[in-house]
């Protein structure tokens, strides 16, 4: 375990914004979770977690309460015989574009699509990432993860884990630290079916083709490529923390209207259906690079807010409320923020009221029993 003081949150995420954490513990070693563990209580909080930073918008002021930095590496892989699929161990720190390349290199279908996400295995059951056809629910088993109410180790089923479209018991909380997740993969040469238009053009195929594994993967990189969705470093755009907004739910009729205009409409495993929320950006009439609020702007790729120089959390913040606002007044479809707030920041109101929760609260901040 290594211990620094006062690590500015800024160089720990993606968006490059952050004022400092007060105790970074970064935890290499599950073996020395005792030790954090025994550090919190004394410090009397739960500690915050971080991977990989790509989806927090972390505050101003930084982060009073122990933060623990995820940098566990590893995948192991046991076949299971019964049914001739492969379960997938992976530790909580590990990078999941080199998991999704190895499941590739195995010959393992099931998280193809998920490449080009940047972050660690750990956070993909916090909001069930997905992408493309594929998400985290489809293939989960487990997780083993440290519960700080109950101050031990658990292990939760998927069933356990609710995962929901971008969401878990573990969105929104910081009850648990996610130590290992464990996944069931099927051996294939071929990917699922593509279902999503802008992939089966990009491979030049019909919707619902299979394709093999590294073209599938190929096909998502370059359509992610074109929006600015892959982390490159030097790119304009690279202060970037995903969608920010997530896709809201949609009814039949709007559906089928939005369908009609070509709108990217899709269907998920929770029976939603849903709009991009990029698309309600532009057709509320925003421009791609056009400034929002001091140091914020659209991506000059696609319809998603990053940070440029003299970016805060609070411009940030500021910048997703006027967006939400012009979008619901033109097109009456309420936006959530996806990125979870990070730190102690109490500048957020407006935004933790609709949705974007603060991790932290210090009063409600004491370790159960
Ligand atoms: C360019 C770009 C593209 C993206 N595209 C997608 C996409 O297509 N689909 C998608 O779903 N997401 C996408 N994201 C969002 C993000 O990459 C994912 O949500 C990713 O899983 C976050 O991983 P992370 O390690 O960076 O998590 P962090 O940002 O470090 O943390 C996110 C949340 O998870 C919690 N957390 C992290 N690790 C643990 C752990 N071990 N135990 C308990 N809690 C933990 C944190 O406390 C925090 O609340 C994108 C982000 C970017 C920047």
Redesign the pocket.
Known sequence: MHVREQVPLASL??LGIGGPAAVLLELTDPADLPEIAAFAAAHGTHP?????????LAADSGCSAPVIK?ATEGIRFQPDPDNGTVLMTVD??HS?QDLVDTAIAEGLTGMET?T?????V???P??????YGQ?VADTLVSVD?WDWEQGRAVSLSAEQCRLGH?TSI??HS?R????RVVFRMRPSTLSTPITYRQVADALDVPLGTRVPLAEAAAGVLAV?QGK????MPGDLDNR????VFLSPVITPRAAKRLRAQDAPVHDFSDGSTRVSASWLIKETGFALGQWLAEGVRLSTKQYTLVADQGATAAAFAAAAEAVMDAVYKTTSVRLTP???L?GDEPTYRRLTEQGLPR?LEPSANAPHG
């Open positions: 995420t993606t915050l977690v971080l991977g990989g930073g790509s989806n927090v995820m909580a720190g999941l998920l080009g996400i940047p972050g660690t750990g956070a993909t916090v909001q069930n990432v997905g992408a998400e993860a971008r573990f969105k910081h648990w630290l996610l130590l992610r600015g969705m892959v982390l970037n923390a995903g969608s996806e990125p979870d990070f991790l």
